[in-house]
C-alpha cells in the first residue's frame, strides 16, 4: 500500500510544480496497467487505456519553510456489493526536509490520506481507508519511520469488516541494519511481530506462536521482477520516445486520453462523432471526434514452425468446465498435449492447475474439431491448432504454421478491397430476439460444415470515405440495445463478420491478409479517433511489433538457483507503445506460501537485452523492477531478533485532512485547471 500511494505521488511530478498553481496529472491507477489473461477469449482488440484524473496544489511560503502537497482523486472500482462504485481520495503531505542518504535516508515529512465510498443501502458511506506516514529526525544517529493505516470495507450489502496496521521502524542512517515492531489486523486475525534485518538478512518473531521466518536480502539472493522498461536503439543509444497518445478534456470539462487504443473520457457518452475536444498542455488545440459504427481490422499473416510454439501455453475455452484446457506442443513426442486447465481459484484469481505427466491428454482427430483452437497470449494471436491436428499429415518440429497479428483500419485506406467476400457468418439483425439471431448463426454453419462452398456471402461492399460495411444497400451495423438487446447474449462482447477477403470465392485461412468487420456497443467495437482542423486523421505513432524468443541468458534471475525455467526459448510478440513493454502477466501460485501469490510478468529481462523488429535493435533498461528475498531454513540467517522496538504510537492526523482547502477547479490564472502531468510526464 505503501508504495502504491508513494508511486502515484511521484507520477503527479509534484517537484516541477511548488507554488505553481493546482493542476491535474493523469496517472495510471495500481493495477491498471497489468495485462492479466483473463479467459480463452481474451482478444487484443478489446484493450482501451483508461487513466485516473488527480488533482495536485503543491505550496511552499520560503526556503524555511515546509513544502506541502494536497491531492485529490476519484478511483472507480468496477466490483462491489451494489456493482460499481468510487472511492474519494484525499491528501496532504507536509515535508520538512529533503532526503538525504548520510542523515535523512527519508527526509522529514508527515503524510495523511484517506479514502471514502458511498454504498447505499444499510452500508451508507464508509471510510474504506486512512493511513499515515511520519518519519522521525532524530540525534542518537537513527532513523525513525511510523506507519498506522485503517478501515471499513463491504463483504456484502449489509455486513462489513474492519481492521487495522501499524509500523515502527528504527535503522542506522545508511538503513543497512535495524529493527521494526509490526501490528496487523485484517478483522479476522491479529498478528502482532518483531523484525530485525542488516545487509545481508531478514528475520521476524512472530508472537501468536513464536515462530520465525528468515530470508537472504543479498543481491545475489534476491529475485528480481521487472514491471517497466525503457527501450533505446542500440546503434545510437536513443531513448525510443513515441507519440502514443494525448490528454484531453471533453465538452462537459472532464478529462480523457486518446491513443492508438482508441478514446477513453470520464464522459464516455460525449465521445460521439463530430464531437468537439481540447487537448491538454500549453498549446491547447481543438479536436474532433471520428465515431464509426464499426471497426475494420486486417490480420496479416506471420509464418512459424512447430519448434517456435514448443512449451509455448495455448489456452482453449472449454464450455462444459468454464475454464481453459492449457496445450502444448511437445517436440519429442510430436504432439498436442493437454497439460492442465486455468481456471478461477477461491478468490477468483485466474490461476494453472497442472496435470501430472501421467495424466496429460493428447490431442487427436478424435477429441479436437478443425476449427479449435487457443489463445496464445505471448503472441497476443488465436492458434487454429485443430487445422492441424486434423490435416490428415503427421506433425513435426518442421510442420509450418501460421498466425495472424491485427491492426485497426482507418477511415481513408485505399488499400483496402471495395469488395469482399466470406463464408463465415454474414449477420441479419432483422430477428425478434437473441436467440433468434445465434440460431441463424448456428443453422450457417451447420450449413458450412456440410458445404462451405454453397455458404459464401454475396459481395460486400466497404467504403474507406464513410468507413461502412453494406450486404447490398444494407449497412451492417449492429442494432441499438432498444431495438435488439444482446447484452445476455453471446454477442455480449460484440459482433464479428470474420474472414473478408478480395477473391470471390477466397478462403480467409492461409490467405497473407484477410479483414474483420467489429460491431457491438463496447469502445472496442468501433473505430473512434480524432481529426484536426483540416480534416485529417491524428496519426499517432503505432506501437514497435517486436518478435521475440526468450533467450535464458537474458532472464535477470538467470544466475538463481530454482529460477522458473518454464519459458525459456518461448516465441513472444510484443508491442512497445512508448511507455511499456506489453510483456504478458500470469498469477504465480508457485510458492507453498499463500502470501508469496501473486500477479506478475511472464519474463523479466535483464537491462542490455537485445531485442528486434526485424529491422532495428534496440536495446531494454528496467526502470520499475521489485526485489523479493529468498527465504532462508530456520537459522539459516544467524541473526537473532531485538524486541526491544517499542509499538507504534503515531495517530492518522484526521485534522491536516480536515484542513486542506477545497479541491481546486481553477489554475491560478483564474481560467480551468489544465492537466500537465500525464503518465509522470510533464506535458
Not at 368 to 397: A, H, M, P
Not at 465 to 493: Q, V
Not at 516 to 527: A, I, L, T, V, Y
Not at 595 to 614: Q, R, V, Y
Request: with cysteine; net charge negative.
Amino acid at each position: 500500500m505503501i508504495n502504491d500511494v508513494l508511486k502515484i505521488i511521484d507520477d503527479s511530478g509534484y517537484k516541477d510544480f511548488v507554488n505553481d498553481g493546482p493542476y491535474k496529472a493523469l496517472i495510471t491507477p495500481p493495477g491498471g496497467d497489468d495485462n492479466k489473461a483473463a479467459g480463452g477469449d481474451k482478444k487484443s482488440s478489446t484493450k482501451v487505456e483508461k487513466l485516473t484524473p488527480m488533482t495536485v496544489n503543491v505550496t511552499r511560503t520560503d526556503l524555511a519553510s515546509p513544502m506541502n502537497i494536497d491531492f485529490w482523486m476519484t478511483m472507480h472500482e468496477d466490483e462491489g456489493p451494489n456493482g460499481a462504485f468510487d472511492i474519494l481520495i484525499k491528501g496532504h503531505i507536509e515535508v520538512s526536509k529533503g532526503a538525504n542518504e548520510t542523515t535523512l535516508p527519508w527526509g522529514v515529512f508527515t503524510f495523511d490520506v484517506e479514502g471514502t465510498a458511498g454504498f447505499g443501502g444499510s452500508l451508507g458511506d464508509l471510510q474504506l481507508f486512512k493511513m499515515g506516514i511520519k518519519t522521525i529526525e532524530n540525534a542518537d544517529g537513527l532513523a525513525e519511520m511510523e506507519f498506522i493505516d485503517s478501515g471499513t470495507s463491504p463483504v456484502s450489502k449489509t455486513a462489513t469488516v474492519s481492521g487495522s496496521n501499524s509500523i515502527h521502524v528504527i535503522a542506522n542512517k545508511d538503513l543497512s541494519a535495524g529493527n521494526m515492531r509490526v501490528l496487523l489486523n485484517d478483522g479476522v486475525d491479529t498478528d502482532s511481530l518483531y523484525v530485525t534485518f542488516n545487509d545481508d538478512y531478514f528475520i521476524d518473531f512472530l508472537d501468536s506462536d513464536s515462530s520465525s521466518f528468515e530470508f537472504s536480502k543479498k543481491f545475489s539472493d534476491l529475485k528480481q521482477t521487472a514491471f517497466d522498461y525503457a527501450v533505446f536503439n542500440k546503434a545510437t543509444g536513443a531513448k525510443l520516445s513515441l507519440n502514443a497518445g494525448m490528454p484531453f478534456k471533453t465538452a462537459d470539462g472532464k478529462f480523457g486520453y486518446a491513443g492508438n487504443w482508441g478514446i477513453w473520457a470520464e464522459s464516455q457518452n460525449l465521445i460521439v462523432n463530430g464531437a468537439q475536444i481540447t487537448s491538454e498542455g500549453s498549446n491547447p488545440v481543438t479536436y474532433t471526434v471520428v465515431a464509426k459504427n464499426g471497426k475494420l481490422v486486417k490480420h496479416v499473416k506471420v509464418s512459424k514452425t512447430l519448434a517456435d510454439i514448443a512449451g509455448l501455453p495455448l489456452y482453449m475455452w472449454d464450455n462444459n468446465t468454464q475454464k481453459d484446457k492449457v496445450i502444448k506442443w511437445n517436440s519429442a513426442s510430436s504432439i498436442f498435449q493437454q497439460v492442465g486447465t486455468m481456471g478461477n481459484d477461491s478468490d477468483g484469481n485466474w490461476v494453472l492447475t497442472p496435470f501430472t505427466v501421467g495424466n496429460y491428454v493428447t490431442l487427436n482427430t478424435g477429441n479436437t474439431d478443425e476449427w479449435d483452437g487457443g489463445w496464445v497470449e505471448s503472441l497476443n494471436t488465436f492458434l487454429e491448432i485443430g487445422r492441424y491436428i486434423n490435416g490428415g499429415v503427421s506433425l513435426s518440429d518442421s510442420t509450418a504454421i501460421q498466425y495472424y497479428v491485427e491492426s485497426t483500419v482507418k477511415p481513408g485506406d485505399t488499400s483496402v478491397p471495395s469488395t469482399l467476400y466470406t463464408k463465415e457468418w454474414v449477420p441479419n439483425f432483422s430477428v425478434a430476439n437473441a436467440n433468434a439471431l445465434e440460431t441463424q448463426q448456428d443453422n450457417h454453419y451447420n450449413c458450412w460444415g456440410n458445404s462451405p462452398e454453397n455458404c459464401k456471402s454475396p459481395a460486400l461492399t466497404f467504403d474507406t470515405t464513410n468507413y461502412t460495411l453494406k450486404n447490398g444497400s444494407t449497412e451492417i451495423i449492429a442494432p441499438n440495445k432498444s431495438t435488439l438487446d444482446l447484452s445476455n447474449s453471446r454477442y455480449s462482447g460484440g459482433v464479428q463478420v470474420w474472414g473478408l477477403v478480395a477473391a470471390t470465392n477466397g478462403e480467409s485461412y492461409g490467405a497473407d491478409t484477410f479483414y474483420s468487420w467489429n460491431m457491438g456497443d463496447n469502445e472496442w467495437n468501433k473505430f473512434i479517433s480524432v481529426k484536426n482542423a483540416a480534416g485529417e486523421l491524428v496519426a499517432f505513432d503505432q506501437p514497435i511489433r517486436i518478435s521475440y524468443k526468450h533467450v535464458p541468458t537474458n532472464d535477470r534471475n538467470y544466475a538463481l538457483s530454482g529460477r522458473d525455467t518454464q519459458r525459456d526459448n518461448m516465441l513472444y510478440q510484443m508491442d512497445y507503445d512508448g511507455n511499456h513493454l506489453n510483456i504478458p502477466w500470469f498469477f504465480n501460485n508457485s510458492s507453498s506460501d499463500s502470501n508469496d501469490h501473486d500477479w506478475e510478468p511472464e519474463i523479466n529481462l535483464k537491462d542490455g537485452a537485445i531485442l528486434t523488429d526485424g529491422t532495428t535493435e534496440y536495446v531494454v533498461k528496467g526502470t520499475d523492477v521489485m526485489l523479493t528475498m529468498k527465504r532462508l531454513s530456520v537459522g539459516g540467517s544467524g541473526l537473532t531478533v531485538d524486541k526491544t522496538t517499542s509499538d507504534p504510537t503515531i495517530t492518522y492526523n484526521a485534522g491536516k485532512i480536515a484542513a486542506m482547502p477545497v479541491k481546486p477547479t481553477l489554475d491560478r490564472d483564474g481560467t480551468a485547471i489544465k492537466v500537465k502531468v500525464s503518465k509522470g510526464k510533464k506535458i
